[in-house]
């Protein structure tokens, strides 16, 4: 049957179009077929090579099939390249990723079973903009970008003035210009990563801590009218916040966590200088009060997050975790950043009186870091991300109406907020990824497919890599995948956060949206649903028993905390192996035992699978991160969140005597942007293995101008 076309359509299988941009689109899609760039609703997503020039031949011959040959001649027409079918495969997977597609109900790229693939949506092209007049060069003061350092040379600045003109949507994102004009004054310019920044009170200073060039965090001030750093002669510490008599908030004998989160010690100590004063531990987070008396703090207590204010007062306790708590402005409520799951940046924003009441003001970001409060105090503004890492700064008032303030290029991460409205925010280009080292080779790969790519099981020949890619063209149910250890390009499995694999290699477990508990087959076969019964919401754990027929996971019922429950995959109701708030579930190779604790991992036990009691893990030490081997009678223990760039240790503890030896050093060749490292992954003989990692490159700016 033939096709009909619209005008727009035929014009773009006549030449992309007779505007010559070659710019189409399709539903919320714009695709740039010149540069290669494909955006969503004017923010570009990200495309390898392959997929992109996949979409591009589709896009040449809307509503008709294309065959899996001719792509193979257009796009891989070396006849040595390989396999074809796994590379098309995975390009047509990624691309489906990226448009949130579907292959069972599509709304692009239809497949055509054992011949090729149809694009189905309506094209239209892109008018071609005619270019406006180049404004004359003293305009360009309206919108500045300035360099901290050595004042360049005549030619250089004249280069750099260009470059803002060009580059000034780069800067200023797609706000209009106001009748104040934003500028942006980069502050840093070093290689690492920026943890926190506040106006010093009086606003001609700054204070903020940071890692730079791998070296351990500490706190740097900075003269607002100088471009030199000062050290603060405060080693290994974190800033939290400053009060307006001076003051400083910080953390030493401090653990990484999530994020941009440390857990230790708090301290008090003046910002003109001298030792901190210790106040309490196991503390995350903390703000001063506008009068400089009083602390709230975020701390973890008995496996729970608490906020307090003032120091020891519960205002909010949750078995999620607490970010970015900052006190208004009159001091009469804490805006904070709400994650219901631990270990997940997924929130809302709240607000907590001093009675402790509780609301929710703006929900469902995918991703959220930074908040402060607006000068009068009407507003709370935060950065977050409904998809992906790219942040923006959003205000919302008390009421919850909600508004953009602005929007850049990656991600951007709120730090703080003068009285005159001037704002510090950091640019972040950040990455969780997968390093891993293959039996018999030399030096460590990349495993990581995207830009946040979490391993969660190796299988025990060590050749097989079982993960979830949860960035911004993963979807927002997350992306299950294999891989082998040679580094060929991942398997997509379906949506969801991977578990494990199945003895036999042929399933991988997984949730989706922490409210379905499924099985994804890793060769020929269809998706498996377990039986939810009760279960109000699954954790991030799932083992297989070693008969492949009965799985152990971490989840929660209806007005309990989590715990460990087993299940039969062929039917069954789930039943629970562990006590309520024990939701760290990893199950002993022969199936007898699980090494479990709360979600802080704290006070690890044994909790035999025939229901004894538990008994304490011998020769385990405070704090450290453990895996069994494939002896049931060893485990591998490390530290983990020790300071970002130091080699981890990993040593085999024999649980029968708690004696320890020394197995293997584990250290990233690149410890810049280093954030921290965890999930290590071995094989059955220990010769393979994969870890997380975090790596976060901040640039610090002061920013005038944003309302």
Known sequence: MMESFT???????????RNGNGKIRFGAFEADLHSGAVSKLGSRIKLQDQPFKVLQVLLERPGELVSREELQSRIW??????????????????????????????TFIETVPRRGYRFMAKLETVPMERPAAAPPVPEVSRGRLRVRGRTPMPII????????????????????????????????????????????????????????????????????????????????TQLLGISGTGEMAVLQLFKPGLMLTV??????VPFSGGVPRQVAENVEWADWSPDGKSLAIVRELGGKRRLEFPLGHALYETSGWIGHPRISPKGSQIAFLDHPTNNDDRGMVSVVDLDGQKRALSAGWESEEGLAWSPDGTEVWFSAAQAG?????????????????????????????????????????????????????KKERDLSWLDWSLPSSLSADGNTLLFDEQGEQSGPNYTVATRDMQGSPPVPLGEGMSGDLSPDGKW??????YSQLVLLPTGAGTLKRIDRADIQQYGHEVHWLPDGKQIVFSANQAGHDGRCFIQNVDGGKPRPVTPEGVSVCKLSPDGKLIAGAGIAAENPQFYPMDGSPPKPIPGLMPRESYSWTSDPRYLYVSDWRETPGTPVKVFRLNILNGQ?????????????GLCGMSKPLFSADGQAYVYEYTRLYSELYLVNGLK
Not at 508 to 513: D, G, I, L, P, R
Not at 660 to 672: H, N, Q, S, V, Y
């Open 157 to 236: 600045v004249a280069f750099v003035a260009i470059a803002g003109v060009l580059g000034l949507g780069i800067l200023v994102g797609r706000r209009s210009v106001a009748s104040r004009p934003m500028e942006f004054d980069r502050l840093t310019v070093r290689h690492g990563t920026i943890y926190a920044a506040r106006f010093v009170p009086g606003g001609h200073d700054i204070v903020y801590s940071a890692s730079w060039d791998g070296m351990p965090i500490e706190v740097f001030s900075s003269d607002l009218k100088s471009p030199a750093a000062r050290r603060l002669e405060l080693p290994t």
């Open 660 to 672: 320890r030896t020394f197995f293997k050093e584990i250290a990233p060749a690149d410890l810049a």
């Open 77 to 106: 027409p070396d006849d040595n390249f390989g396999d074809f079918d796994h590379a098309v495969n995975v390009a047509i997977g990624k691309l489906r990723i990226a448009l949130g597609d579907s292959a069972d109900n599509p």
């Open 263 to 268: 857990r230790g010690t708090l301290g008090i």
């Open 508 to 513: 991988a477990a997984a949730t989706v949206s």
């Open 389 to 441: 890492l790219d942040r923006r700064i959003f205000a919302v008032d008390m009421a919850g109406h909600q508004r953009l303030v602005y929007r850049g290029p990656g991600g951007i991460t709120l730090q703080d907020i003068a009285a005159d409205g001037r704002v510090l925010l950091t640019r972040d280009d950040q990455k969780t990824g997968i390093m891993g080292l293959a039996r018999g080779a």
């Open 7 to 17: 005008k727009s359509e035929q014009e773009t299988r006549n030449g992309n179009g």
